[in-house]
């Protein structure tokens, strides 16, 4: 099984200031890389696939990056309704055997 | 627009069964590339992948929970189900349903993942006597 590893696993940000979280994989995932946003009380919402693409509807300040077994999210310009839980999610086998990170939260400083 | 909503019994008595169930609007459950998945969220915690069944009845289950579960179509309600047998209080979690858009060729060769459309709010399980 591939375990992700996110970190840090909080981030205090002051809005407007821009952050990058951090998603390591133990093994090769290539570009299938997915990051998701989860607010409280809420469903996650898909942000970014394929390590880099944004998901329909996602803002622009949101970039993926990375390949292989090292990926980053940066947010710039924090908005108030970006402070929330951030977890990357890997699928590179098949059969699948989908595994998720710890996630970060993004909280207001 | 897609749209999932999750249903359950809310409650379950240790060593029952528990059954959920997925209604999909929006989009059929017999598109191709289309997964239809169970994810679960213990209170506070992150994550976990349960499982996913596509159209053609192919099942795909997280090792850890295989022993325990079944999932199934039902096309003609375009709903998926989920049931998860000899449950614990580990077992009392928040669960989703989502579309996990995934294409798969070369008999597994080649993946690209499309990412997961979660549904709605979830449904809250709790195992307790």
């Known amino acids: 099984e591939i375990v992700m590893t996110q970190s840090p696993a909080t981030l205090s940000v002051s809005p407007g200031e821009s952050v990058t979280l951090s998603c390591r994989a133990s093994?090769?995932?290539?570009?299938?890389l997915a990051w998701y946003q989860q607010r409280p009380g809420q469903a996650p919402r898909l942000l970014i696939y394929?390590?880099?693409t944004r998901a329909t509807g996602v803002a622009g300040r949101f970039t993926g990056g990375g390949s292989g077994t090292e990926f980053t999210l940066t947010i710039s310009s924090l908005q108030s309704e970006d402070f929330a839980v951030y977890y990357c999610q890997q699928c590179n086998q098949w059969p699948p055997r989908l595994t998720f990170g710890g996630g970060t939260k993004v909280e207001i400083k | 627009q897609l749209q999932l909503q999750a249903s359950g019994p809310g409650l379950v008595k240790p060593a029952q069964t528990l059954s959920l169930t997925c209604v999909v609007s929006?989009?059929?459950?017999?598109?191709?590339?289309?997964?239809w998945t169970w994810i679960r969220q213990h209170p506070g915690k992150g994550l976990e992948w349960i499982g996913c069944?596509?159209?053609?009845?192919?099942?795909y289950y997280s090792p850890s929970l295989e022993s325990r579960i079944t999932m199934s179509l039902d096309t003609s309600n375009n709903q998926f189900s989920l049931k998860l047998t000899s449950v614990t209080a580990a077992d009392t979690a928040l669960y989703y349903c989502?579309?996990?858009?995934?294409?798969?060729?070369?008999?597994?060769?080649?993946?690209?993942?499309?990412?997961?459309?979660?549904g709605g709010q979830g449904t809250s399980v709790t195992v307790s006597s």
């Open positions: 929006g989009g059929s459950i017999t598109n191709a590339g289309d997964y």
């Open positions: 394929g390590a880099s």
């Open positions: 093994g090769n995932v290539g570009t299938n």
């Open positions: 989502a579309r996990h858009r995934v294409i798969v060729a070369a008999l597994g060769g080649y993946i690209y993942d499309y990412g997961m459309d979660v």
């Open positions: 069944i596509y159209y053609s009845g192919s099942t």
